[in-house]
């Protein structure tokens, strides 16, 4: 079964191994545990002591604690990065197996600081600059090739606009019409997501 939680694709093993020892906790534990976790996300402190400390109190051993931490870490941050609505959120927890009152604790805490967790995972996320392409050509030879010349378009300061590097790509027109498609592919699939 396909989880919007996990991107699209199915849930991982350890998540529905993780199910049961998270359904130990008592809920009211597990909400204080989904906080913990949305601070360590939103501002990069996590009591891992306390956290420990709840979690070890529920007569779990401190390896399970760790996978019900980790579990829950998945289960937060995969919904604030693909944007999980909470009733989705609510509906694919308790389809996991989770029980109705866990569900709840990890659903509020996580629907009130939806926000603030996209946007501390997107200044955390791999962002280069984007690239534009300054002129191509197409030369002929033996075979024909398609060049490139590309620029990066970096806007932090002005001394990095001066030092921005020339690029110079060069591909046979097979390769270039592959590229292309693949390009024109992935595009498809990142709009389908917006």
Same mark, same amino acid.
């Given at each position: 079964?396909?989880?919007? +939680?996990?991107?699209?694709?199915?849930?991982? /093993?350890?998540? +529905?191994? @993780?199910?049961?020892?998270?359904?130990?906790?008592? *809920?009211? =534990?597990?909400? #204080?545990?989904? !906080?913990?976790?949305?601070? =360590?996300?939103?501002?990069?402190? %996590?009591?891992?002591?306390?956290?420990?400390?709840?979690?070890?109190?529920?007569?779990?051993?401190? *390896?399970?604690?760790?996978?019900?931490?980790?579990?829950?870490? %998945?289960?937060?941050? @995969?919904?604030? &990065? %693909?944007? #999980?609505?909470?009733?989705?959120?609510?509906?694919?927890?308790?389809? +996991?197996?989770?029980?109705?009152?866990?569900?709840?604790?990890? #659903? =509020?805490?996580?629907?009130?600081?939806?926000?603030?967790?996209?946007? &501390?995972?997107?200044?955390?996320?791999?962002?280069?600059?984007? +690239?534009?392409?300054?002129?191509?050509?197409?030369?002929?030879?033996?075979?024909?090739?398609?060049?490139?010349?590309?620029? *990066?378009?970096?806007? /932090?300061?002005?001394?990095? &606009?001066?030092?921005?590097?020339? %690029?110079? #790509?060069?591909?046979?027109?097979?390769?270039?019409?592959?590229? $292309? $498609? !693949?390009? &024109?592919?992935?595009?498809?699939?990142?709009?389908?997501? @917006?």
């Amino acid at each position: 079964m396909k989880f919007h +939680l996990c991107g699209g694709l199915d849930a991982p /093993d350890w998540i +529905l191994a @993780n199910i049961v020892t998270l359904s130990t906790i008592p *809920s009211t =534990r597990v909400k #204080v545990l989904v !906080e913990y976790i949305i601070h =360590r996300i939103a501002e990069g402190t %996590f009591d891992y002591d306390s956290a420990l400390k709840i979690t070890t109190d529920a007569s779990l051993g401190v *390896s399970d604690a760790k996978a019900c931490i980790a579990a829950l870490h %998945f289960m937060v941050s @995969n919904a604030a &990065k %693909f944007d #999980v609505e909470d009733s989705t959120l609510s509906r694919e927890l308790q389809q +996991l197996g989770l029980p109705k009152e866990h569900t709840d604790a990890v #659903v =509020r805490p996580y629907w009130e600081r939806r926000e603030a967790l996209q946007t &501390k995972l997107l200044q955390e996320s791999l962002q280069l600059p984007s +690239l534009e392409v300054k002129a191509w050509q197409i030369q002929s030879g033996d075979t024909r090739h398609v060049v490139m010349r590309l620029k *990066s378009t970096a806007d /932090d300061t002005e001394q990095e &606009k001066d030092e921005a590097e020339d %690029f110079v #790509v060069s591909m046979t027109v097979e390769k270039f019409r592959v590229l $292309h $498609h !693949e390009l &024109k592919a992935a595009r498809a699939l990142m709009d389908a997501y @917006n």
